[in-house]
């Protein structure tokens, strides 16, 4: 009987694998320490499988026989981008798991021009020298909303933090009880407040919060009215809330800010049926509120950050907050931030914005569409129908708004819902959906046209 140290001692050398054409094959595209690395972890993982006997005398051959080939696998895989573009075909449009936003052809060729090389970031061309890099979004956002001034930062939630560490440190903050949310990633309103310094005081209670609540909290030691907006849940029923209006003629009265998080970055109010209740940057402002703050990457349609609009003396104070450096975005931000707002400017944002021309795709082209698509599975182990569904707007916006759709629907002759969802999801390209009633469903409205090819594809060759 071969014991364990004999089949130890027969495993190659290093130099022994390099020289299989496999891996003399890989040493022409990597470098030789790279390869010989990979190697040893490799051999090593067969020694701990041998000593822990998963591996015997009997395995020993056919497993040495692919181990060059295992090479050079693991290696691809180990040098094979984590981060990869997928098929969002689930209807969610701002789906915070998959990227949020997607951002427009001209928003991604204004960030690959200023990646690729210098820029004026911080350089003010007229006088030769240093500039401020809100300079190059600035001008755009106080045209569109007619605020006074604006900064931006890396995400919302650092937009509201920094808010309160420059404005509240040490002094209260009134909050609905009713606006103490959650905002995802299990951040939670009390806790920014708490590390941001300041004392949260809540108001009301969960279901009516009046203004009486807010001015019978007013003390010496408030510094301010924090209004968030419950962008990812609804309260229904008996309910009342005090409106931004009524809000803000009370802090000026007690000479203190109102700040309002409205999250999603709708700038204008729109008539979409899926947008009708959701507050927008621009009537916030003009109801009164001092600082407004929002994120870049959901109803904007643009990159990830938080932007803060609103009076220019407490804009000048964020930015003299020492953190400000710490939670700054790059140049690439400012560029797709730039050109978003320009689209804006120019008035086709509907056009040119991916997530708001998918949320007025009609229901008639996403259902020929998915005919076009059906029709290429007739005949496979995939069987295929038409229902009726609805899209989600998704991402902390609009929440239970239901947008009317028609979904692909698939049955597979041999595979669960579930392993054919597994499949899709792990196949190349990543094609994620949804599953509803036993069958996989796929939404087109969030599956850019140009993907329904590589869609098809996809589901033919698991249909075999």
Known sequence: MTTVLEILRSLPAVGQLLETPPIAALLERHPRA?????????????????????????????????????????????????????????????????????????????????????????????RRGRGSRDQHFEGRIVRLLGCQAATVCNNNAAALFLILNTLAVGRRVLVSRGELVEIGGSFRIPEILAASGAVLREVGTTNKTRLSDY??????????????????????GFTEQ???????????????????????????????????????????????????????????????????????????????????????????????????LTEYEQGDWRNTIPIHRMLRVGRESIQQRALVLAERLVGTSLRSELVEGASLSGGGSAPEEHIPTWLLALRHRDLSANQLEERLRLGDPPILVRIEEDQVRLDLRTVFPEEDAMVAEALRHLAG
């Open 34 to 126: 790279l390869v010989v690395g990979e190697i040893q972890l490799q051999l090593e993982q067969l020694r701990q499988q041998i000593q822990a006997g998963f591996v015997g005398a009997a395995e020993l051959e056919t497993t040495l026989d692919g181990l060059p080939e295992k090479v050079v696998r693991e290696l691809g895989q180990r040098l094979a981008a984590s981060l990869r573009p997928v098929v969002n075909a689930t209807g969610v449009l701002i789906h915070t798991n998959a990227g949020r936003a997607p951002l427009s052809h001209g928003t991604v060729q204004a960030m690959s021009r200023l990646a690729s090389g210098y820029s004026n970031l911080e350089y003010d061309l007229s």
């Open 215 to 236: 001015r019978n909290a007013l003390d010496e030691g408030t510094a301010l009215i924090l209004k968030v907006h419950a962008s990812n849940f609804r309260i229904v």
């Open 242 to 340: 005090a409106h931004t209006g009524e809000l803000a003629e009370l802090a000026r009265q007690a000479n203190i800010p109102l700040v309002e998080d409205v999250g999603s970055g709708l700038l204008f109010d729109d008539d979409h049926p899926s947008l009708r209740r959701e507050p927008s940057v621009v009537s916030t402002l003009s109801a009164g509120a001092d600082l407004v703050c929002f994120s870049g990457d959901k109803l904007l349609g643009g990159p990830q950050a938080g932007v803060i609009t609103g009076r220019k003396g407490l804009i000048r104070r964020i930015r003299k907050n020492p953190l400000m450096r710490a939670l700054r975005v790059d140049k690439t931000t400012y560029a797709a931030l730039e050109h978003v």
